[in-house]
C-alpha cells in the first residue's frame, strides 16, 4: 500500500479536521492547506475541515489564494489536527491549543528542523509542503482541478523563490512541469513576485541604507528598528521579500535582517552553497531550511546582531574553498 494512504486513510475516522499552519503563513503554508481543505472534505466525506493559522493581516496577493475559506473559525475543539509547513508546535503559535487537544494529529511538512510532533508525520525534504501534497493527491487517484494546480505551482515558486533556492530535485521540475498545462505561470509569479507596495520599497530602501558588510562582503547584516518601523507603520508583510532582496547583492554568503515582530525581533537569515543557516536558527528556536531560515529573539538588535555575527564569522572561517564554478 502507497505511504501516503497507509498515514491518511485514519483520516476516515475523523469527525472534523483542523488544518494549521505557521505563524504569518506564507503561500506555500496557505495553499497546501486550501489544497488539502478540498481533498479531506471531497475524499474523505467530512464536512467540518477549518484552516487556522495566527496572522498580523494578510497580505492583498494571498487573497486569490483562500477565496472564500473563512480563516480561523472560532471554534475550540477538533477530532483531528494537521500542521502543515511548519516545523515545529511553537511555529504555530496561538493555534497550537487545537493540536494538543485533537484526538489523532498529523504532521505534513518540509523542514528539515521538524520534530515530528504529530501521531502520524509526513516529513520530506524537498522544496514545498504543496509539493508533498501534490504526491498525496496524485497518490489517492484525487481529480486535480486547474486551481489545484495553480495553487501547487504557487506554493513551489514561492517556496524556492522561483526554482533558485531550497530543496529542489528533478521532481520539483517534473510537477511543475505536471502543472504547466493548467496554469496561468506569468500570472501566478507577477502575483507572488511583482507585487510590492511603496511602503514595502521604502522598508527596503531603509534596510538597505541600514546594511554593515564584513569579511570582504561576505557578511550581510541589516535591521529596521522600532522607530523606523514605527514611522512606517509597518505590518509584518510590509517587509515581505526584504531578506531575498539583500540576498541578491553580489558576493555575500550569509545575510541577516532583524525587523521588528510585536513586541519582539525577527531575524531573517539567508545563506548561500556552503553555508547554514538553519543550524544557526534552531540553535536560537527557530527553524528553516540551509539556504533560508528565521528565529525570533526578546533580545535588543545588538545583542541578535553580536550573537549571529558570531555564528557568521565560525561558518565564513571553516569555509575558505568553497566553489565558485557555475559551468
Ligand atoms: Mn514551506
Redesign the pocket.
Known amino acids: 500500500m502507497n505511504r501516503y494512504k497507509k498515514i491518511l486513510d485514519n483520516l476516515s475516522k475523523a469527525t472534523s479536521v483542523c488544518l494549521i499552519g505557521h505563524i504569518e503563513p506564507?503561500a506555500?503554508?496557505l495553499c497546501s492547506m486550501i489544497v488539502m481543505r478540498e481533498f479531506i472534505i471531497k475524499h474523505f466525506g467530512i464536512k467540518k475541515v477549518d484552516i487556522f493559522a495566527e496572522s498580523d493581516g494578510l497580505a492583498n496577493n494571498y487573497l486569490p489564494i483562500i477565496e472564500n475559506v473563512k480563516i480561523n473559525k472560532s471554534f475550540t475543539k477538533y477530532h483531528t489536527a494537521i500542521m502543515m509547513?511548519s516545523p515545529n508546535l511553537d511555529r504555530v503559535g496561538k493555534y497550537k491549543i487545537l493540536f494538543d487537544k485533537a484526538k489523532q494529529t498529523f504532521v505534513i511538512d518540509?523542514h528539515n528542523t521538524n520534530l515530528r510532533d504529530g501521531d502520524f508525520n509526513i516529513v520530506e525534504i524537498v522544496s514545498?509542503?504543496c509539493e508533498i501534497v501534490y504526491k498525496i493527491l496524485k497518490a489517492y487517484n484525487y481529480k486535480f482541478s486547474s486551481k489545484i494546480y495553480g495553487k501547487i505551482y504557487a506554493g513551489i515558486i514561492t517556496?524556492t523563490n522561483n526554482f533558485s533556492v531550497g530543496a529542489i530535485t528533478k521532481n520539483t521540475f517534473k510537477i511543475a512541469s505536471a502543472c504547466f498545462n493548467y496554469i496561468d505561470s506569468g500570472a501566478i509569479y507577477n502575483n507572488f513576485f511583482n507585487s510590492n507596495t511603496i511602503r514595502n520599497m521604502n522598508l527596503l530602501a531603509l534596510a538597505i541604507q541600514n546594511i554593515i558588510t564584513l569579511e570582504d562582503g561576505k557578511i550581510i547584516l541589516t535591521q529596521i528598528t522600532r522607530e523606523q518601523a514605527r514611522l512606517y507603520k509597518a505590518k509584518f508583510d510590509d517587509y515581505t521579500g526584504i531578506i531575498n532582496r539583500l540576498a541578491t547583492i553580489s558576493g555575500n554568503c550569509l545575510v541577516c535582517f532583524v525587523q521588528p515582530k510585536d513586541n519582539q525581533y525577527y531575524v531573517s537569515m539567508r545563506a548561500k552553497r556552503g553555508y547554514d543557516v538553519a543550524m544557526i536558527a534552531k540553535k536560537f528556536g527557530g527553524g528553516g531550511h540551509i539556504g533560508a531560515a528565521a528565529y525570533l529573539s526578546n533580545k535588543s538588535i545588538k545583542e541578535i546582531e553580536e550573537e549571529v555575527l558570531k555564528e557568521f564569522l565560525e561558518q565564513v572561517h571553516q569555509n575558505k574553498k568553497i566553489s565558485t564554478k557555475i559551468f
Do not use: R
Open positions: 506564507d506555500d503554508a509547513d518540509h514545498s509542503t517556496d
